[in-house]
């Protein structure tokens, strides 16, 4: 009958607009019929995990019911609600029977089917809101019939099909109509000019094709987008001359053109004279040809915010009339084709965030006057041709996070004024003709955690000490100069560094030994020096180490074996007449050389075998009389039990049998490959998890083992702890606390729904999480890799802290301080036959959206648009707040963004280490807390240029 009735309903929403009217609809309505209706309804949900229905019952009044509101007269239901329940069923068609409803919104559940057309017959509606669903289907062309309707929101589903145009042949009361992110085609329909009360039309993110409907200047619309479609035909000058009100225009990435075939921008512009209030104007990646003219800038309003005009071809000079937008706080004009100069009026946006430049032909000296733009944080005018110096009152950017100066003609020094920027993490300056030395000042960024690229210039003096205090930085560029100096051995201080090239400089001396230190070194390039002396064989030992260039030096020796020396050719050692070794193409070391090695080596080891042979003879003597006494101390004290430690108290089988019940079923919170885990109190009173495995798999004992070895060695606000545990020959468990807000998987991906946790929530999980892994792989008492980090091996407890749990596959790989470096290797080498990361788990950086790598494809669609990469429910949160608030939110979520676009690089060695993601994270979730000493400033993109992260 289920199926009967389901069948029934979806039938009836497919072909409803050509069937008769139900009798139903002719019936008298009231209270009664209106219950039934939506108990029917309940019955098409089949799934309600947060029991939003519950109270939906026959004993209970419908007035009562969730979501739902009645008339003052209590005469029939007017309004059904449901927000965020994550409701999963059929949207069905019974609800047309409340046909008193005004307001029908069922806004991020999971509901699915067709709209049904039946909805028409709910004649007294106002409001229709689906957002957020699993939607189908067309749009229903007996819509029309729904004269009174103001809002008709259905963004964010599935709906295909063309918008039909009878839906605008009655539609005088109709304000706002939103069908974004769907699957629409075809035209827009020109009837909708039919809807004079209509002041937001958004279509974004459709496949519409055609041109803008000419009857829409008979309209006065406040909000237009319609970015991401294929319109075509010209800019709609005509259009904005009719919305005198309008605050956002977003007709980015369609084929649009400007007047006299795609070379006069100032119709349009001019047609703006009007709209005073404009907010946001996006116009980006179409192409667009004209002169950016004192004429175009002056039209806009003091009111503009935002201002995207990048990917287009643009010519002429930035005018100075910009400089009246005193509100502007984005300006994007990347990929044009401007030139000229930026005079200093343009430099003076007292609330200018974003400023944009690169890849123009914009030429003279950058102003002195950006450093009056004290809410600066993303600076970039690479790829021009500014000459003269580089600005000292840049120093005054507090704000600036990413500074992108490289590919100009810039002269002079670099300013030491620069290392007041302290939030700065991005400095390019490469490919220039700057001359002095490294400015000292610049050890004061301490933030500078992606790049530092002085690359290209003209720079000289000795390689600054200071540098090895940039503990954070991953990539340090300083080639092509003309620096002296040795490398200091103080290098290895820059502990997260990735790439060293100081390649094509003056340098001298040796390199230092320490260079071994830097264990997340991937390049090193030293070439066309004045290096001497031996190659340190330490190099041989960084494993992540893999290209070297040490070619066009005076370096001396033999070529050391192991690790990259392995797999070199002669190209890396080209220039060095004084090295030798068994690489193909350099000289074999001579026999005297051998000779001596050998003589010397011989010494070492008679030394050697002479050192432990006296060494053995004290330790017998000294175990000889060791066990003398503890022979005569079991003769007089007999047998003992061994002492447990205090710490972990014994629990026997029995014990865990009664706090679960009997491990009975009903106590069950998850099961896994490794078993089961069930809640329990103990008897006194402590609520417990006992992990229980399964001891079919042969791997069972080792995991049960490894979890034990590692948990009773770390000790962490964010690590799970253990209480005890049990071992018997035929059952091993674990005694864990019990986490009352279960695992992080459950809270993200609810039972069919979405998540309710907040972006401050996420924030601060990330960030226990990042300090609980950064303590096992840098302060715990070994250093721990857990090899299965995953969102249901996070627990959450009672005040939703983080804990990272489950160690069964975990590696112990260093034995920090001494006494158990043994047990530490054999455990470390026990978990060769076991699996890195459980079954059904894919690494982020092997997973594909669109063709493209998860890594790849949130890198090049978050720009500008963060709702196309993030929970949709955080999207929806962030509307409810103040714009303030939103601000924040949306500069957290770019941070976010652009950390994991970093953790997730394809070589590990280039991805920051816990330390710095961990760091990261503390300051964003205070910031996030109100403490406004770690401010953002907003930088949403990722840098032309090279960078690397963990």
């Given at each position: 009958?289920?199926?009967?009735?389901?069948?029934?309903?979806?039938l009836?929403?497919?072909?409803?607009?050509?069937?008769?009217?139900?009798h139903?609809?002719?019936?008298?309505?009231?209270?009664?019929?209106d219950?039934?209706?939506?108990?029917?309804f309940?019955?098409?949900?089949i799934s309600?995990?947060?029991?939003?229905?519950?109270?939906?019952?026959?004993?209970?009044?419908?007035?009562n019911?969730?979501?739902?509101?009645?008339?003052k007269?209590?005469h029939?239901?007017?309004?059904?609600?449901?927000?965020?329940?994550?409701?999963?069923?059929?949207?069905?068609?019974?609800?047309?029977?409340?046909t008193?409803?005004h307001?029908?919104?069922?806004?991020?559940?999971?509901?699915?089917?067709?709209?049904?057309?039946?909805?028409?017959y709910l004649?007294?509606?106002?409001?229709?809101?689906?957002d957020?669903?699993n939607?189908?289907?067309?749009?229903?062309?007996?819509?029309s019939h729904?004269?009174?309707?103001?809002?008709?929101?259905?963004?964010?589903?599935?709906?295909?099909?063309?918008?039909?145009?009878?839906?605008?042949?009655?539609c005088?009361?109709?304000?706002?109509?939103d069908?974004?992110?769907?699957?629409?085609?075809?035209?827009i329909?020109?009837?909708i000019?039919?809807?004079p009360?209509l002041w937001?039309?958004?279509?974004?993110?459709?496949?519409?094709?055609?041109?803008?409907?000419?009857?829409?200047?008979?309209?006065?619309?406040?909000?237009?987008?319609?970015?991401?479609?294929?319109?075509?035909?010209e800019?709609?000058?005509?259009?904005?001359?009719?919305?005198?009100?309008?605050?956002?225009?977003?007709?980015?990435?369609n084929?649009?053109?400007?007047?006299?075939?795609?070379?006069?921008l100032?119709?349009?512009f001019?047609?703006?004279?009007?709209?005073?209030?404009?907010?946001?104007?996006?116009l980006?990646?179409?192409?667009?040809?004209g002169?950016?003219?004192?004429?175009?800038?002056?039209?806009?309003?003091?009111?503009?915010?935002?201002?995207?005009?990048?990917?287009?071809q643009?010519f002429?000079?930035?005018?100075?009339?910009?400089?009246n937008?005193?509100?502007?706080?984005?300006?994007?004009?990347t990929?044009?084709?401007?030139?000229?100069?930026?005079?200093?009026?343009?430099c003076?946006?007292?609330?200018?965030?974003?400023?944009?430049?690169?890849?123009?032909?914009?030429?003279?000296?950058?102003?002195?006057?950006?450093?009056?733009c004290?809410?600066l944080?993303?600076?970039d005018?690479?790829?021009?041709?500014?000459?003269?110096?580089?600005?000292?009152?840049?120093?005054?950017?507090?704000?600036?996070?990413?500074?992108?100066?490289?590919?100009?003609?810039l002269?002079g020094?670099?300013?030491p004024?620069?290392?007041?920027?302290?939030?700065?993490?991005?400095?390019?300056?490469?490919?220039?003709?700057?001359?002095?030395?490294?400015?000292?000042?610049l050890?004061?960024l301490?933030?500078?955690?992606?790049?530092?690229?002085?690359?290209h210039?003209?720079?000289?003096?000795?390689?600054?000490?200071?540098l090895?205090?940039l503990?954070?930085?991953?990539?340090m560029?300083?080639s092509?100069?003309?620096?002296?100096?040795?490398?200091?051995?103080?290098?290895?201080?820059?502990?997260?560094?990735?790439?060293?090239?100081?390649?094509?400089?003056?340098?001298?001396?040796e390199l230092p030994e320490?260079?071994?230190?830097?264990?997340n070194?991937e390049?090193?390039d030293?070439?066309?020096?004045?290096?001497?002396?031996?190659?340190?064989?330490?190099?041989?030992?960084?494993?992540?180490?893999?290209?070297?260039?040490?070619?066009?030096?005076?370096?001396?020796?033999?070529?050391?074996?192991?690790?990259?020396?392995?797999?070199m050719s002669?190209?890396?050692f080209?220039?060095?007449p004084?090295l030798?070794?068994?690489i193909?193409?350099?000289?074999?070391?001579?026999?005297?050389?051998?000779?001596?090695q050998?003589?010397?080596?011989?010494?070492i080891?008679?030394?050697?075998?002479?050192?432990s042979?006296?060494?053995?003879?004290?330790?017998?003597?000294?175990?000889c009389?060791?066990?003398?006494?503890?022979?005569?101390?079991?003769?007089t004290?007999?047998?003992?039990?061994p002492?447990?430690?205090?710490?972990?108290p014994?629990?026997?089988?029995?014990e865990?049998?009664d706090?679960?019940?009997?491990?009975?079923?009903?106590r069950?919170?998850?099961?896994?490959?490794y078993?089961?885990?069930?809640?329990?109190?103990?008897p006194?009173?402590?609520?417990?998890?006992?992990?229980?495995?399964?001891?079919?798999?042969?791997n069972?004992?080792?995991?049960?083992?490894?979890?034990?070895?590692?948990?009773?060695?770390i000790?962490?606000?964010?690590?799970?702890?253990?209480?005890?545990?049990?071992?018997?020959?035929g059952f091993?468990?674990?005694?864990?606390?019990?986490?009352?807000?279960?695992?992080?998987?459950?809270?993200?991906?609810?039972?069919?729904?979405?998540s309710?946790?907040?972006?401050i929530?996420?924030?601060?999980?990330?960030?226990?999480i990042?300090?609980?892994?950064?303590y096992l792989?840098h302060?715990?008492?070994?250093?721990v890799?857990?090899c299965?980090?995953?969102?249901?091996?996070?627990?959450?407890?009672?005040?939703?802290?983080?804990?990272v749990?489950?160690?069964?596959?975990?590696?112990l790989?260093?034995?920090?301080?001494?006494?158990?470096?043994g047990?530490?290797?054999?455990?470390?080498?026990?978990?060769?036959n076991?699996?890195?990361?459980?079954?059904?788990?894919?690494?982020?950086?092997d997973?594909?959206?669109?063709g493209?790598s998860?890594?790849?494809w949130?890198?090049?669609?978050?720009?500008?648009?963060?709702?196309?990469?993030?929970d949709?429910a955080?999207?929806t949160?962030?509307r409810?707040?103040?714009?303030?608030?939103?601000?924040?939110w949306?500069?957290?979520?770019?941070?976010?963004?652009?950390?994991?676009?970093?953790?997730?690089?394809?070589?590990?060695?280039?991805?920051?280490?816990?330390?710095d993601?961990?760091?990261?994270?503390d300051r964003?979730k205070?910031?996030?807390?109100?403490?406004?000493?770690?401010?953002?400033?907003?930088?949403?993109g990722?840098?032309?240029?090279?960078?690397?992260?963990?």
């Amino acid at each position: 009958m289920v199926f009967l009735r389901t069948l029934f309903f979806v039938l009836l929403a497919t072909f409803g607009h050509s069937l008769p009217r139900r009798h139903h609809h002719h019936l008298s309505h009231s209270l009664t019929t209106d219950k039934a209706a939506l108990l029917e309804f309940k019955k098409t949900i089949i799934s309600d995990p947060h029991s939003s229905l519950a109270n939906w019952a026959e004993a209970a009044h419908v007035c009562n019911f969730t979501g739902v509101e009645c008339d003052k007269f209590h005469h029939r239901v007017i309004r059904l609600i449901l927000k965020d329940t994550d409701l999963v069923g059929l949207l069905s068609p019974v609800l047309s029977n409340l046909t008193g409803l005004h307001h029908l919104e069922i806004v991020h559940n999971h509901l699915y089917g067709i709209i049904p057309p039946e909805f028409s017959y709910l004649r007294r509606l106002h409001r229709i809101i689906l957002d957020g669903n699993n939607l189908h289907g067309s749009i229903p062309e007996s819509f029309s019939h729904l004269s009174k309707l103001i809002l008709l929101l259905i963004k964010e589903n599935n709906i295909t099909g063309s918008l039909p145009s009878s839906i605008f042949s009655n539609c005088t009361l109709l304000e706002v109509v939103d069908f974004s992110t769907n699957f629409l085609t075809g035209q827009i329909p020109e009837e909708i000019g039919n809807c004079p009360g209509l002041w937001s039309l958004n279509l974004y993110n459709n496949q519409f094709t055609g041109q803008l409907p000419f009857s829409l200047t008979n309209i006065s619309l406040i909000n237009l987008d319609i970015e991401y479609n294929y319109l075509y035909g010209e800019l709609p000058t005509k259009f904005v001359s009719s919305w005198p009100n309008l605050l956002y225009l977003h007709l980015s990435y369609n084929h649009l053109v400007s007047h006299d075939n795609n070379t006069n921008l100032d119709p349009f512009f001019t047609a703006l004279r009007n709209n005073s209030a404009l907010e946001e104007l996006e116009l980006a990646g179409m192409g667009l040809g004209g002169r950016f003219s004192n004429t175009v800038a002056s039209q806009l309003g003091s009111s503009l915010r935002t201002l995207l005009l990048q990917e287009n071809q643009i010519f002429g000079s930035i005018p100075h009339s910009i400089a009246n937008l005193s509100r502007l706080s984005i300006l994007n004009l990347t990929s044009n084709l401007l030139n000229g100069t930026i005079s200093s009026e343009t430099c003076r946006l007292p609330n200018l965030e974003q400023l944009l430049l690169s890849y123009n032909l914009l030429k003279t000296s950058i102003p002195e006057a950006f450093g009056k733009c004290q809410h600066l944080g993303l600076l970039d005018l690479s790829h021009n041709e500014f000459s003269g110096r580089i600005p000292e009152s840049l120093g005054n950017l507090v704000r600036l996070n990413s500074l992108f100066l490289n590919n100009n003609l810039l002269s002079g020094t670099i300013p030491p004024t620069l290392g007041r920027c302290t939030n700065l993490y991005k400095l390019d300056l490469s490919y220039n003709r700057l001359t002095g030395s490294i400015p000292l000042e610049l050890s004061g960024l301490h933030e500078l955690r992606i790049f530092i690229n002085v690359s290209h210039n003209h720079l000289e003096g000795p390689l600054p000490i200071e540098l090895s205090k940039l503990e954070k930085v991953q990539e340090m560029d300083l080639s092509s100069n003309h620096l002296t100096g040795s490398i200091f051995p103080q290098i290895a201080g820059c502990i997260a560094v990735s790439m060293i090239n100081f390649s094509n400089n003056s340098l001298q001396g040796e390199l230092p030994e320490s260079l071994g230190d830097l264990k997340n070194l991937e390049s090193l390039d030293v070439s066309r020096n004045q290096l001497s002396g031996l190659i340190p064989a330490t190099l041989g030992k960084i494993d992540t180490l893999t290209f070297l260039n040490l070619s066009f030096n005076n370096l001396e020796g033999m070529v050391p074996s192991g690790g990259i020396f392995n797999s070199m050719s002669y190209l890396s050692f080209l220039g060095n007449p004084q090295l030798c070794g068994t690489i193909t193409g350099l000289s074999p070391c001579s026999h005297k050389r051998r000779w001596f090695q050998r003589r010397l080596f011989l010494i070492i080891f008679i030394l050697v075998i002479f050192t432990s042979t006296f060494l053995s003879i004290i330790c017998c003597v000294i175990g000889c009389k060791h066990l003398k006494v503890i022979i005569l101390s079991r003769r007089t004290e007999g047998p003992a039990r061994p002492e447990l430690i205090s710490n972990f108290p014994r629990i026997t089988h029995k014990e865990l049998s009664d706090a679960t019940g009997g491990f009975d079923n009903q106590r069950l919170l998850g099961s896994g490959s490794y078993g089961h885990v069930y809640g329990g109190v103990l008897p006194d009173g402590t609520p417990i998890a006992v992990k229980v495995l399964h001891l079919q798999s042969g791997n069972s004992s080792k995991s049960f083992n490894r979890e034990c070895q590692v948990l009773k060695r770390i000790r962490h606000r964010n690590l799970i702890r253990i209480i005890t545990a049990c071992s018997l020959p035929g059952f091993k468990a674990l005694v864990l606390p019990y986490m009352a807000n279960g695992s992080l998987e459950s809270r993200l991906y609810p039972s069919s729904g979405s998540s309710d946790l907040s972006i401050i929530l996420r924030v601060n999980i990330c960030s226990d999480i990042a300090e609980g892994m950064a303590y096992l792989h840098h302060h715990s008492p070994v250093r721990v890799i857990h090899c299965d980090l995953k969102p249901s091996n996070v627990l959450l407890n009672d005040d939703m802290t983080a804990l990272v749990s489950d160690f069964g596959i975990a590696r112990l790989i260093m034995s920090v301080g001494g006494g158990n470096g043994g047990a530490t290797d054999h455990m470390g080498h026990s978990t060769a036959n076991l699996l890195c990361g459980s079954i059904g788990y894919i690494a982020p950086d092997d997973m594909f959206v669109g063709g493209l790598s998860l890594h790849k494809w949130v890198k090049s669609h978050y720009h500008g648009r963060a709702e196309k990469v993030v929970d949709p429910a955080l999207v929806t949160a962030s509307r409810d707040q103040s714009q303030e608030v939103q601000k924040m939110w949306e500069i957290a979520i770019g941070e976010l963004i652009e950390l994991g676009i970093l953790c997730t690089q394809e070589s590990p060695s280039t991805r920051p280490t816990m330390l710095d993601a961990a760091d990261d994270l503390d300051r964003l979730k205070r910031y996030l807390n109100g403490d406004t000493s770690g401010t953002f400033a907003s930088s949403l993109g990722i840098s032309s240029s090279t960078i690397g992260g963990d």
